[in-house]
């Protein structure tokens, strides 16, 4: 495994990386050495500064995963990513306290004067009457933005007696009210807080959503502060909400161009300004180089990653939970489309869930029954993360089903393909491995793993005993075997686990022996 970092990474992490993969750091790279260079490489690590473009993103031939060290990604093209099964994955956890420490910082300098003050006693200046500040006690601070960062502020402005409201569409109102801080609009909160603090990252959304519009409903006198991304404010309504209000400051630590090139911003007497330093503190370089070089490696390895950022972000514990169903679901998608393989692959796919795999979010299970689908039919590189995308490229119809659980087993998933005929696979976790527990109208239990031979026949005396001697003379070992009949003497579903695969002439004298309907060898 090859990884190439374009922009400084603490050394723990460069470690962490070395560990397990050949490593190559190679800062300042031109777009075009960008270019030439990422075809050798399955991972590339970035800052804010390298733009991964569409263009870098299909160079990349062996690319599997972007780590971006820090939080936000505008800098990376998702879609591309996304379409090219490039995982995406950031280390949203260890800045947090850096960038809100920042923020809590940039609002006092701001309250009290404090950069404009130090300015002008290294002029040899000594005017306390011109640098009279503001107290933050009692006073209302909004955070635009309750996510990871949005909540770190909120706990030190308490911890400052500060009154905290927050507008974030996508919080839950009992966690807010946990932390003390009331949910409100965003109207309400300009109209509200002596001081806005912005902690959303920058989308579609929120790119502008600090405009001349919402400016005009700020509080007279108020301050704005901004630690998120540059390009969620429009810096020249900013310019006129400075100097002609309602505005009384302003505290930017990001900039729709970094670095900032006569931005008429940096200079004005009511802003502080800082040069994107919100993760900057030794701790934060350390802890944010670790959480990437981990998930990255984490993704190099086949594993499930909570950080990514293309995907269904599902909680760790969550996904600790649906890992074993995940894998299940998976070799359940793989067995299920061999079965149909003749058939120029479904036109529709039903996922039923039962138990316990159905109680939560289904997406990641979902994307691992496509993944196990057209894997085997695609030249397409299909993971979790382009999965739904390929089965619409496909026209695949996939339904999901939520029932109670039934039969002889619980907590199952079913796999049902449809497309003429229809094939149908249920499996379930046994003994903490992946198990089919029935396959069509018959109910047997084996391992998903390895090679299986599959042999519909009637049920008659000696058929075991005919298979296992033709497998026998080619010297192919069998490694467990299973039946499940409708009745004695009725139709009888053979599986055999074979530590090789037979030479597909094996296959077909099998499935030419009297009383056998079909032979199938399925790889899983």
Request: proline share 6%.
């Amino acid at each position: 495994m090859r990884v190439l970092v374009t922009e400084p990474l603490a050394e723990p992490g460069i470690e962490r990386l070395r560990e397990q993969a050949d490593v190559d750091v190679a800062l300042g790279l031109t777009p075009q050495a960008l270019l030439e260079r990422i075809p050798r490489y399955d991972a590339l690590i970035v800052r804010s500064g390298t733009k991964v473009t569409r263009q870098v993103i299909e160079a990349g031939t062996r690319l599997r995963v972007i780590g971006r060290a820090g939080t936000g990604v505008d800098n990376i093209d998702l879609r591309a990513a996304t379409e090219r099964g490039v995982i995406v994955v950031n280390a949203p956890t260890a800045n947090c306290v850096a960038a809100a420490e920042h923020a809590i910082a940039l609002l006092l300098a701001l309250a009290r004067n404090i950069p404009q003050a130090d300015a002008a006693m290294r002029r040899g200046e000594w005017d306390r009457h011109r640098f009279v500040g503001t107290a933050i006690t009692d006073k209302t601070l909004g955070l635009v933005g309750f996510g990871r960062v949005g909540g770190e502020v909120a706990r030190r402005a308490r911890g400052l007696d500060m009154r905290v409201i927050a507008y974030d569409p996508y919080t839950p109102v009992e966690r807010a009210r946990a932390m003390g801080v009331e949910l409100c609009t965003l109207e309400e909160l300009l109209q509200q807080a002596d001081f806005v603090s912005l902690h959303v990252p920058l989308t579609d959304e929120t790119r502008h959503l600090i405009n001349a519009q919402t400016l005009a409903l700020m509080k007279p006198g108020s301050y704005l502060i901004n630690v998120a991304r540059g390009g969620v404010v429009d810096e020249g309504a900013l310019l006129a909400a400075l100097k002609e209000g309602p505005l009384a400051g302003a505290a930017l630590d990001v900039f729709s161009e970094e670095p900032p090139r006569d931005n008429p911003l940096i200079g004005l007497p009511n802003v502080i300004t800082t040069p994107h330093l919100g993760a900057s503190t030794a701790e934060a370089q350390v802890g944010v180089a670790l959480e990437v070089a981990e998930a990255v490696l984490s993704v190099l390895r086949g594993d499930l990653v909570p950080t990514v950022v293309n995907a269904p972000m599902i909680p760790p514990e969550t996904l600790a939970e649906l890992a074993p169903y995940v894998d299940l679901a998976e070799r359940l998608g793989r067995m299920a489309i061999q079965l149909v393989r003749d058939t120029g692959g479904p036109a529709q796919a039903r996922i039923v869930y039962k138990g316990e795999p159905g109680q939560g979010d289904t997406r990641l299970l979902r994307a691992a029954v496509i993944k196990g689908m057209l894997e085997l039919i695609s030249e397409q590189r299909i993971n979790w993360v382009n999965a739904d995308l390929a089965a619409e490229q496909r026209h695949l119809h996939v339904i999901e089903e939520r029932r109670p659980a039934d039969g002889p087993w619980n907590d199952t998933i079913t796999v049902c393909l449809e497309n003429g005929s229809t094939c149908e696979v249920e499996g379930a976790i046994v003994r903490h491995r992946p198990h089919v527990v029935r396959i069509g109208d018959f109910w047997i239990d084996l391992e998903l793993n390895g090679h299986i031979l599959l042999c519909q026949n009637r049920d008659r005396p000696g058929m075991i005993g005919q298979v296992g001697t033709i497998l026998g003379r080619e010297g192919v070992n069998i490694s467990f075997m299973q039946v499940g009949r409708d009745r004695p003497r009725g139709n009888a579903l053979m599986a055999i686990g074979l530590d090789e695969p037979p030479p597909e002439r094996v296959v077909a004298e099998i499935a030419a022996l009297p009383n056998i309907n079909s032979a199938l060898l399925v790889r899983i």
